[in-house]
Every structure is written in C-alpha cells, then in structure tokens.
C-alpha cells in the first residue's frame, strides 16, 4: 500500500485531491520571502507533453539511457518518458507526490530526501532536474555538495540536465541598477512555504542560480557545462557532464 499522506504536506494533498477529482480546482498559494504571495494551479504539474514550455520538452529530447527525475512532483515529466521507452525512477519528498504518481500509472517511485536518494548499481545515465530543478539543492553550499553527491549517482559518462533562473530582476531599482546586500546571502537563495486550503508545509530553501555562478561551481567540481537553452524569463537550461 502506497504511504498515508502525513502533515503538513501541502503540496501533496493538493496533488491528491486535484488527481482523484475532488478538487479540480485546487490551487497552491506560494509563499517567499522575495515576491508577492502566487497562486500554483495544482493542474500546472498535470500538464501533457504540448502544454510544457519548450525547455522543458528540449530537455526531454536530451534523455538517455536510465534517467532519475528529481523532483518529480505529480510525474509528467516521468509518464512522458516512460511513453517513450525509457527507464525511469521519480523522485520526491512529497508523500502526497509519490501516492499521484504511483496512481498514475508511474512504475517506479520513491519518496527521498534530494541528499538520500540511494546510488543504483550501474547508476543513472540522465539525472533529470526540471521546473528550476537545480533548486532542489536549497543554496550554494547544497549545489557544491550536490554537484558532489551526483557522482554517486551517475553512471560513467552520465548527465544532469536541469533548469534554473537568474531571478537578479527582483532586486533592480527604477533605473534598472541592482540592490543587493553584499554581505547577505547570495541574492538567489530564496526561502518558500507552500499552503492550500487551511494546511501550510514546512519551510524550505531553494537555489535560483546565475548561469555564471553555476558554471563557476560546476567547473570547479569537474563538470563539463554546455548551456542548451534560455528564455526571455533569464531561465536556461543547462547540461553538466562530468569531465573524463
């Protein structure tokens, strides 16, 4: 039997109850401590292979061989994949995600912490990352443990392919010119809880990393990194490959 979805689980209630129909509306309310309050349409992590931004379907054409998703929220990245003949296992720490996709049809699911996801013999040939996947690692100090942590992961001659943002627009005054506090915390480390209907979760970091910093810290650990995309939103999508 799939797990009960313990408290507080915001999101994977909302995934929950938006996927067995007693909710079709059921929308998540984002909270950070960089923006305005969001709204998240729960039927936003539903969407089909058409309705995903082009970077996302790019990075699914980049797959190979046995790929991890990390992150992998209500799995439509996974039944993408999976509908195409790959290997997948999904990923989250959401109980409420991984009860979704064990219902829809995902075959292999897991719940895990990002830094307890356990190696496989062999390892994986595609760590997937996507949604600003690279946030996941929380900070700069997680992304230089991460970019650690994934060469236990990968098979040789293996990839990540994950998206992130350079969300420095947040902080630009009405000339343009950045505000910053220098001796603060990196500008891209931003602090979040989710809420739908009366149910708040946890609190949790995520990173927004510049493209120059992560290719700063990718280098640094022995990653080969090729940018393959961007958009107009300073989102982009990166491949790292560790160098031989």
């Not at 039997?1 to 109850?17: E, F, I, K, Q």
């Not at 909710?23 to 969001?38: K, Q």
């Not at 998240?40 to 970077?55: D, G, H, I, T, V």
């Not at 627009?169 to 603060?184: H, K, R």
Request: charged residues 20%; hydrophobic residues 40%.
């Amino acid at each position: 039997m799939p797990h009960s979805v313990s408290s507080p689980d915001a999101l994977g209630h909302a995934l929950l109850t938006y996927h067995r129909g007693l909710d079709p509306a059921a929308t998540l309310t984002v909270h950070s401590n960089v923006a305005e309050d969001e709204s998240l349409p729960a039927s936003y992590f539903f969407r089909s292979l058409w309705e995903m931004p082009e970077m996302e379907r790019l990075a699914l054409d980049e797959c190979q061989g046995r790929v991890l998703d990390l992150g992998a929220g209500a799995g439509c990245h996974a039944l993408e994949l999976q509908s195409r003949g790959f290997a997948v296992k999904a990923v989250d720490v959401s109980v409420g995600a991984v009860q979704t996709m064990q219902e829809r049809g995902v075959r292999e699911v897991a719940c895990h912490e990002l830094f307890a996801v356990p190696a496989e013999a062999g390892g994986y040939d595609t760590l997937l990352m996507l949604m600003n996947g690279l946030g996941l690692v929380g900070t700069l100090d997680g992304l230089e443990r991460f970019l650690v942590f994934a060469r236990t992961l990968l098979a040789p001659g293996g990839q990540i392919l994950a998206t992130s943002s350079d969300i420095s627009y947040l902080y630009e005054d009405e000339e343009g010119a950045l505000v910053f506090d220098l001796n603060g915390p990196y500008y891209g480390e931003v602090e979040y809880t989710m809420s739908y209907q009366t149910e708040t979760g946890a609190a949790f970091s995520w990173l927004f990393a510049d493209a120059s910093i992560l290719q700063d810290y990718a280098e640094a650990a022995g990653y080969e990194v090729e940018f393959l995309a961007e958009d107009e939103q300073q989102q982009y999508l990166v491949r790292l490959t560790l160098r031989s």
